[in-house]
């Protein structure tokens, strides 16, 4: 299996609601601004709660300050794609964050008819304002789950983190029509510094396995699209058809699509046994301004949204709980098409290909801060679920890593059995920074024979955040360069040949010995 050491923990990286996703071109803060009705830093009231079917969250926001556009009333109305907490049934747009009561956005915004705002080109235009642990309060951006494809040299400094006031005092004197650097941008904060905050801004659910269970019988997700193409796309059909070809034309996995021609709007899906819930359906054009703003090629801004809703009764496959989805979907944003045609419209291919991996339930396999960096293995870094898009002609073009992702969610018909349970997991120090493990060994009976164990970790004596360290294909395992005087906790699940996963074994823990104490011996306890 390839990169099994990491392939759970990043590409399969799945809520149990529905996982959207979205693609962009990072654009610079003048064009956000100039695009923008107005803007506003705002505190975070509360959340309206959703109903099944909901594709989108209201906020309640009090005004704070506001900086350009018509006077605002005290109190707002905020819609972000995504639901969060109804009954049964939820999208949840990946990069397109949960707002946390009490917290306070920076917020670039366009108004609906009915007066609730929008935040322009999605989670571009919200920014949260954070206390950092370096001490410094700063407006950032949280863009978990988006896919950045390559914009501009210049456009990349406006990842940076920004200072408040200088960041306030820029857009009140551009608003004003004065000249004014972006000396506000923090380019040399590294991301570490921005790990914890004092208050929360920014929320995501909880992740959680989903797949499509009808492939298990061989059905076929049909996929349709909205009649008359990406305007200036190229070929928009044929860039989708080759998408869907890529998934289903692997031999390794079972996922079956096909493409089932025009039709106005997706298919209704609020029950389980509604016939629309087995579908596929892109929208071009956005034609229903989902996405705020517009793309533009010299400018940047949002691609595309896609992903799939989700039932919250799980079902058990290979011994884990996974939630069916349902109804995939995907957006393409108006202006997008000059994207999409390029390199004879292999951007586009490559751009479908990837919302379609979002609606099968994958997320990235690097490049987000879910995932490892891309540059930290040559497998992730070609694989079409990375957070940044190859583009340049590759087209819908699977990586290594993919099929893996693939294999290990709709692994092939023939083994369905999963390997015995691993017991009597025990952990024992070797040195100060190393960790002996062993384990009773586990059994396979479906045919394609054990392949091996998955060992995973996390350290604090009641810590649940586990994440894989070892692929070890014997019942023992050496973990080494730990932290001398820490806790870890481990626990280890058998694999097969065909993928199948055994449930996990007990978990283990150990206090590993503090190092000895240097001469003179002095502020450990008071003085010694």
Known sequence: MIRATILLSALILM?????????YVMLSDEALLQQSEGVARMRVLEAVPAADGDRETVYRLQRIEQFKGAALEAHVALALPGT?????LNFVVAGVPRLVPG????????????GTLQAQQLSLGVFGRIRADNGAEYYVRDLEGS?????RGFTLQYHAPRAPAAFEDWIRRRVAGHKADADYLRTAVRSNQLAKYTFSVFGFSTPGPGRWFQFDSGSTLPWTDRPGGQASGGNSAQQLQQALAAWTNDPGSRIFLSYAGTQASSPVCSSSSDPG??????????PNNEIEGSFSCSIGGVLGIGGS??????????????????RARVVIQDGAGCFMAEAGGANGAELLAHEIGHTLAFGHSCGDSASPTCGSSSVLNQAIMRAFAHGGGRGATLGADDLAGAAEAYPPLGDATPPTVPTSLTASAAGQTSISLGWAASTDTGGSGLAGY??????????????QVATPTTNSALDSGLTAGATYRYRVRAVDGAGNFSAYSNIAQLLLPPLPCATPCLFRNSFE
């Not at 819930?277 to 956005?286: E, I, P, Y």
């Not at 998955?454 to 994440?467: I, L």
Request: proline share 8%; glycine share 10%.
């Open 15 to 23: 809520v149990p609601g529905g996982a959207w996703a979205f693609s």
């Open 84 to 88: 969060h907490d109804a009954p049964s």
């Open 103 to 114: 917290g306070e956005v920076l917020l670039f915004f366009s108004r609906r008819p009915d």
């Open 147 to 151: 896919a950045e494809y390559p914009g």
């Open 277 to 286: 819930c087995f579908t596929g359906h892109v929208l071009w054009n956005d």
């Open 309 to 326: 809703l989700a039932f919250s009764n799980g079902q058990s496959f290979n011994g884990q709980t996974w939630y069916p989805r349902a």
């Open 454 to 467: 998955r060992v995973e970790r996390c350290q604090g004596p009641s810590c649940s955040n586990f994440q």
